[in-house]
């Protein structure tokens, strides 16, 4: 089956430095990997994904690449702020009896500091 | 994107005892999913729930302990059976529309068992 590694587990950085999560993955035909991000008492929220036939995709401070011969994918948070500080998922799809499943990652803890 | 919403949002239940949790969807998906989150943990699937047919577990959950239900498109139940401390999580649905590979996630449902 498919199994989701995810670096590092706890993340600090100064407000407006840069952040960077890395995951790899098992199964070469996972196609659809999406970040989640979760606050404290609320649930995991999409915040940006990427298919198998794109390298790269970026939205606003947000972005992830993916390298598919090296299974890895990552996720890159620009000019981070207060509020980016959250637990961040990665993912990726496993196709399991007839349909796609999510495999997460263990999660990353990020602290962005004033 | 597809709105998640559950109840209740939380409850607090002795050990032997079960709980239902609602899952509503405010569009028609093909697919809804289970999961659990254990405290500082990251999710974990428990099933798949189709609507008209039985629901399908993943690998260490058993229908016994986690029945579920699903009568139409946009509803699902999840039922946390004969509860023991080890059960305290949270437990979150998802839905999946077809054609699509985005999975929405509502608030959660905190259970914790005494």
């Known amino acids: 089956g498919e199994n989701v590694e995810q670096h590092p587990s706890t993340l600090s950085v100064q407000e407006g430095d840069s952040a960077v999560i890395k995951c790899t993955y098992s199964?070469?035909?996972?196609?659809?990997f999406p970040w989640y991000k979760q606050e404290l008492g609320k649930g995991p929220q999409l915040i940006i994904d990427?298919?198998?036939?794109?390298g790269e995709k970026k939205d606003q401070r947000i972005a992830v690449t993916l390298n598919k011969t090296a299974k890895h994918f990552s996720l890159h948070i620009t000019e981070t702020q207060p509020e980016d500080s959250a637990v961040y998922f990665c993912?990726?799809?496993?196709?399991?009896?007839?349909?796609?499943?999510?495999?997460f990652g263990a999660g990353t803890r990020l602290a962005v500091h004033p | 994107s597809a709105v998640i919403s559950q109840k209740p949002s939380r409850d607090i239940c002795q050990r032997g005892t079960s709980l239902t949790i609602q899952c509503q969807v405010d569009s028609q998906v093909t697919m809804m999913f289970w999961y659990r989150q254990q405290p500082g943990q990251s999710l974990t699937l428990i099933a798949t729930?189709?609507?008209?047919?039985?629901?399908?577990?993943e690998s260490g959950f058993v229908i016994d302990k986690f029945p579920i239900s699903r009568p139409n498109l946009t509803f699902s139940t999840l039922t946390v059976s004969n509860m023991s401390p080890e059960d305290s999580s949270i437990y979150l649905c998802t839905g999946l529309a077809g054609g699509h590979n985005e999975q929405f996630f509502g608030p959660g449902t905190r259970l914790t068992v005494l």
């Open positions: 993912a990726a799809s496993w196709f399991s009896g007839g349909y796609n499943k999510l495999i």
């Open positions: 990427i298919r198998s036939n794109v």
């Open positions: 199964d070469s035909a996972s196609n659809y």
């Open positions: 729930a189709n609507q008209g047919s039985e629901a399908t577990y």
